[in-house]
């Protein structure tokens, strides 16, 4: 039988990498649960919509993955326009925490998650993968890193990607975010009591891939 496997942590502790290399050598999907919040965001902002009244645009948002995207970050389409990169700007990230917070938005993307996942043979990332959304997951990891090692890494994805921006930015607009993520009422960011936690500060992502691909094999 095929797995689900949950990859939850804060932002920047390599969530996405490990996730998605692990796919890849189990065969699994890779499925990125923070770009579903990402374009919810997006709507929002477009739309002039206020997060707390973001339900409804959760609810029918059209949200595809590309399957054959592979590389990183997932191809993502919002009734079919290519938001790839549009999710990802500072001000989008910021937006998808506020969005993130309200029970009704997700409601509407944890019943997408689970209907996506619900086969198995999927390696799905998030904050509440193993806590909310698949509580039953045969492999839950909790992956993170130092605040200062994530705001790193974000760093060098953002400078990689052209956007101007300096590292205090990062770093505050990190603490922000995992602030939120952490408080917010509804399914706040925490390990599941059964998750393995890893710190990934000087590990190599592929050691990690590897630990990780032997838990789902043995
Ligand atoms: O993972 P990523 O940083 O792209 O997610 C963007 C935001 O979406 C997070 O800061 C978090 O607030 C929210 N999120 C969530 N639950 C998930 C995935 C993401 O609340 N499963």
Redesign the pocket.
Request: glycine share 8%; net charge positive.
């Given at each position: 039988r095929r797995w689900v496997v949950a990859i939850d942590g804060p932002?920047g502790a390599g969530?996405s990498t490990v996730a998605r290399l692990l796919a890849d050598r189990l065969g699994y999907i890779y499925l990125?649960?923070?770009?579903m919040?990402?374009c919810v965001a997006l709507l929002a902002l477009r739309g002039a919509v206020e997060p707390e009244l973001a339900t409804p645009l959760a609810e029918t948002a059209e949200i595809l993955f590309d399957p054959a995207g592979i590389g990183e970050p997932q191809k993502v389409l919002l009734a079919g326009e290519d938001v790839t990169r549009a999710i990802r700007t500072p001000e989008v990230?910021q937006l998808?925490?506020k969005v993130?917070a309200v029970p009704g938005v997700?409601a509407a993307l944890v019943r997408l998650q689970q209907a996506l996942g619900a086969g198995g043979g999927v390696v799905m990332?998030?904050?509440?993968?193993g806590t909310v959304?698949f509580p039953h997951a045969e492999l839950k990891v909790f992956l993170t890193a130092s605040p200062e090692e994530r705001a790193r890494r974000r760093f060098a994805e953002l400078e990689a990607r052209g956007e101007i921006i300096d590292f205090e930015t990062v770093l505050a607009e990190q603490r922000e975010?995992d602030e939120?993520?952490q408080t917010r009422e509804t399914?706040p960011l925490k390990a599941a009591a059964d998750a393995i936690t890893l710190l990934t500060d000087g590990r190599t992502i592929e050691e990690i891939v590897v630990e990780l691909a032997g838990k789902v094999m043995s």
């Open positions: 932002a969530k990125d649960s923070g770009a919040y990402r990230s998808a925490s993130a997700r990332e998030g904050r509440d993968i959304v975010r939120r993520d399914s």
